[in-house]
């Protein structure tokens, strides 16, 4: 059982910064493919970045340059620095993991946990 617990959500005006983090349990974190979505008000959950167990990064086209994914392996969390934020990135964000540490999967069925969600409101 792996338990993810997503923190950094908050309101912010257009153009500002957000950091979101997502604390891991499990012993082989290191292992895991990690993954930010996110699910903006009335529509379905989206694909924002993956990060592969050695580190390997893909972002959707809509956040790259803006929005950076990390890891920190002796602290089992996954980041999400989110830069110049726009309107359209408000939205419920979900840390999820997927224990086969497949390559960067952007859809959600091959992720095996998921956290609760942190709201990120961006003003204009």
């Known amino acids: 059982q792996v338990q993810l617990v997503e923190s950094g959500g908050g309101l912010v005006q257009a153009g500002g910064s957000l950091r979101l983090s997502c604390a891991a349990s499990g012993r082989t974190f290191s292992m895991y493919t990690m993954a930010w979505f996110r699910q903006p008000p009335g529509k379905e959950r989206e694909f924002v970045a993956a990060i592969s167990w050695d580190a390997i990064t893909w972002h959707v086209d809509s956040v790259k340059g803006r929005f950076t994914i990390s890891r920190d392996n002796a602290k089992n969390t996954v980041y999400l620095q989110m830069n110049s934020l726009k309107p359209e990135d408000t939205a419920i964000y979900y840390c999820?993991?997927?224990?086969?540490?497949?390559?960067?999967?952007?859809?959600?069925?091959?992720?095996?946990?998921w956290g609760q969600g942190t709201q990120v409101t961006v003003s204009s």
């Open positions: 999820a993991a997927d224990l086969q540490g497949a390559k960067l999967p952007t859809t959600q069925s091959p992720y095996d946990y």
